[in-house]
């Protein structure tokens, strides 16, 4: 698989162990965008000559190939800079339509940063309270307690697909259920979801759900929020700009149609179009295979980690409902130092709390070690990263 991957010509001895931070990216979806600013190069949505007209179709077709995948109508599928903007989306315009003083939204521990700021920035500007699903002994989350905590005052329920910290795939069906029964809208943070498992919103039947292309093979700053069409149409505008709008006159404006009301300004055209192109990456490999790829090689660290490492925490037991991503703290080395240590030997770990403050405090700590495999890794990565945790300590204790 690493033949599919140009960076690791560039870096023959590179061992990327952080795709849980961002994928590298396949040579098909490169070429696309090399093949558009070489030949296709104009603004989409407001040329007829040719080259925009060609820019135009390939910017919707990428639209048409995300919703296809996602299950999804075109005009519901909304392009954003990444799933930070779509939650902010979701929670501002969302907030704007649907929440009052007094409401409850509902989030868990283990939530990303981006998916706890924007709802706390909205709870205090609307009068509304949220309320965190906590984790269970085994740290997966309690249904029990979120059975109790989602009530007919809960407004909204947001929680990420899977954990970026624990690797853990949360049991959304569950909750999105306890959601639609109490009455309250759905936003899951597919950030970690759509790289790993298919993703079919209908079948989920969330009301919103966003990704970033770059941890799902495609490039940087450039998102995609799902959302169902009439709710996009009752929410107003996010930003104010050029297409997003129907008319403006000096005493007012009239907004567009979704998608286009939520797409102010020229968009991440390159982006979009890369972005196609890592669904097409996404379709032609198998979800299956690389998730029981990753966790094969998750379940080997882990197993090397407990017979060789005895200083060694790690935050999340394997099982099923897991994607690979390991995660760890050791008793007498910091993360950054470990972090360090990899890097002089070629390898890329992830050390810091992951912006995941809250659930550090959960856990127990302030940062952790992670190790994130993807579908270019193999058991030789894995060895390395070993060695160079020996190597760690060789130099610490």
């Known amino acids: 698989m690493k033949a599919l991957f140009p ?6 001895e590179l061992v990327y162990l952080d795709s849980n931070a961002t994928s590298q990216k396949p040579e098909s ?20 000559y040719q080259l925009s007209e060609d820019a135009t179709r390939s910017f919707e077709e990428a639209r048409q190939r995300i919703a296809k995948y996602m299950n999804a109508e075109n005009s519901e599928i909304i392009f954003t800079r990444g ?32 998916n706890i700021v924007p709802w ?47 690797g853990v795939i949360h049991p959304i069906r569950e909750i999105i259920k306890l959601a639609k029964a109490a009455g309250a809208f759905t936003m ?44 996009l149409q009752a929410m107003p505008p996010y930003q104010g700009g050029g297409d997003m709008i129907e008319k403006v006159t000096l005493q007012g404006s009239t907004w567009n149609e979704v998608p286009s009301k939520f797409e102010a300004g020229t968009p991440h055209i390159e982006g979009v179009i890369g972005l196609g192109a890592a669904i097409d990456f996404l379709q032609s490999i198998s979800l299956e295979k690389i998730l029981i790829h990753d966790q094969k090689l998750g ?41 360090a240590v990899c890097d002089g030997e070629g390898i890329a770990i992830r050390a810091g709390h992951h912006c995941a403050q809250p659930l550090m405090e959960v856990l127990g700590v302030t940062a952790t070690a992670r190790v994130s495999p993807g579908l270019y890794n193999d058991e030789e990565d894995i060895e390395r990263f070993i060695k160079a945790l020996r190597k760690a300590e060789n130099l610490f204790l």
């Open 7 to 12: 960076i690791f010509k560039s870096h023959p």
């Open 29 to 48: 979806v490169i070429e696309v965008i090399d093949r558009y600013y070489r030949s296709e190069n104009a603004n989409v949505h407001r040329g007829v």
């Open 83 to 114: 799933t930070t903007e779509a939650i902010n989306i979701v929670a501002q315009s969302g907030a704007a339509a649907f929440i009052r003083p007094g409401d409850e939204i509902v989030l868990t521990v283990c939530e990303h940063h981006s």
């Open 120 to 166: 706390q920035i909205v709870a205090e500007r609307h009068g509304a309270t949220i309320k965190y699903i906590p984790l269970t002994g085994n740290r997966r989350l309690d249904l029990e307690v979120a059975a109790k905590l989602i009530t007919d005052k809960t407004r909204f329920v947001s929680v990420g697909h899977i954990s970026n910290v624990l």
């Open 188 to 231: 899951i943070d597919g950030a970690q979801g759509i790289p790993h498992v298919r993703v079919d919103v209908k079948e989920l039947d969330c009301d919103f759900y966003a990704f970033s292309g770059h941890k799902a093979f495609g490039p940087t700053g450039i998102g995609v929020l799902y959302g169902r069409k009439a709710l």
């Open 299 to 339: 379940n080997m660290l882990v197993n090397r980690l407990r017979e060789e490492f005895p200083l060694v925490s790690i935050m999340a037991e394997p099982g099923d409902d897991w994607v690979g991503t390991v995660t760890f703290a050791h008793s007498k080395i910091h993360p950054h130092d470990l972090a």
